[in-house]
């Protein structure tokens, strides 16, 4: 019985898995990729985010960007200043995504990947969550499956 089961690896699922972790409770990230998992992305994120992690970002941001600039095939550039404090991390989201579950792992989650869950029962007071590989028991579940998971619609949220 895991304290808390995180549906999805991404960003959402790998900073619940860091904080929970390193409060001291059991967590188990189940995610259907493979890690590091491919992700369509800009690459853009805001330095903000600094302030809610304890963890150095610096080996997974690729480039500081204070500056844009739009081609059209190539050519008619134009260029633009960020107006930000601080410039945008431009991340790949495979590593950057991986970089984070990996912090949690350092603080004691498990991670079960290539595990598709597959279904969710309320067991009365704990959630049984069935995967491609087998059920597992949490006291509490995280949707953190992204806006194409399954899980908003399986917990009956009308809206996405
Ligand atoms: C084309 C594009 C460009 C973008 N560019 C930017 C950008 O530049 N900057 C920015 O900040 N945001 C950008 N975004 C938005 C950003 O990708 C999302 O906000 C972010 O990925 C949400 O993180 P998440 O952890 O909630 O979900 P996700 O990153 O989607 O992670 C969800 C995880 O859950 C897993 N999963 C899903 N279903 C199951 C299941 N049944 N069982 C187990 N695992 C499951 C998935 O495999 C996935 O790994 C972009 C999005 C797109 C589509």
């Known amino acids: 019985m895991y304290d808390c089961i995180i549906v999805g690896a991404g960003p959402s699922g790998g900073t619940a898995a860091y904080h929970l972790a390193k409060q001291g409770r059991s967590v188990l990230i189940l995610e259907k990729e493979s890690l590091p998992r491919y992700k369509p992305c800009g690459g853009g994120v805001s330095p903000a985010i600094a302030q809610w992690f304890d963890f150095d970002f610096s080996p997974v941001i690729s480039v500081k960007a204070d500056s844009l600039r739009f ?66 028991k949490g006291r509490y579940l995280i949707a953190a499956d992204g806006v194409k998971g399954p899980m908003a619609k399986w917990l009956g949220f009308k809206r996405p």
């Open 71 to 136: 081609t059209w095939n190539l050519g008619d550039p134009v260029e633009a200043k960020i107006a930000t404090i601080e410039p945008v991390w431009m991340v790949r989201r495979d590593i950057f995504d991986h970089f984070i579950v990996q912090q949690g792992q350092k603080q004691g989650a498990e991670l079960r990947d290539n595990t598709e869950v597959t279904g969710i029962e309320f067991q009365s007071d704990y959630w049984q969550v069935n995967t491609t590989n087998g059920s597992v």
